[in-house]
């Protein structure tokens, strides 16, 4: 949970927002987080990650974001925190801003999106489709729900130095199954190391949670307790 002394600098609203939530090989995890001093949760033998697709517009200008991340914690079982592998902003400055401003790991990217079902994302740099996903036009809602989610973001080290940020993700949530029907799509460019573990850990869809009008809000970034 958020700590009583960190507030939100700033909140996106309304959000469209689609997530493609899923499993990965877990010992692959372990091994890629044991350095930044963090445990993937174990959900049945697998790691648990999402992508995830959003539009908004900050302070005017529209956006599209595209991320990668994996449900951990610093002590083992812990499902409380996230840890973001790495992310795409359709705004170069806003990409920029990320990154010289919170340290986040944004990259500019070309984003689709398309919360109505059959829902997907496309996601392409330099003209390339890297990552893209589809929800067949046959699928039902399993459920719906009103979702939230507050806890920690942590962020991939920059040298010696570690970081997170705060973080507060709700809405109403129309929850899919991912299954045969659907598509999903991952070619990583060379040098492209986001995509490439999804790959290497054998990310396989498990359920689509689409939000047409969430509430994002973040804290600025701190550094991590040792």
Known sequence: MKPANVTYIATITPVRELILAGTADLAYWRARLAPVGLFPHDGGGRAALTLSAIAGRFRGLPFREFSVAVVAGEED???????????????????????????????PAAIRLSEQPPAG?????????????????TAAPLRHESQEWEGRIFLPPLGERRELFYARLAGATDIYPFDAADALTIHPRPGDDVLRCLVESGFAGQEWRVRAAAVHARSRTYARPH
């Open 77 to 107: 079982g812990r499902a409380d925190s996230i840890y973001l592998v790495g992310a795409f902003n359709s705004s170069r400055l806003l990409a920029w801003s990320e990154r010289a401003f919170f340290r986040t790991p944004y990259q």
């Open 121 to 137: 994302f496309e996601v392409s740099v330099a003209g390339h489709v890297v990552c893209a996903a589809t929800m067949s036009a």
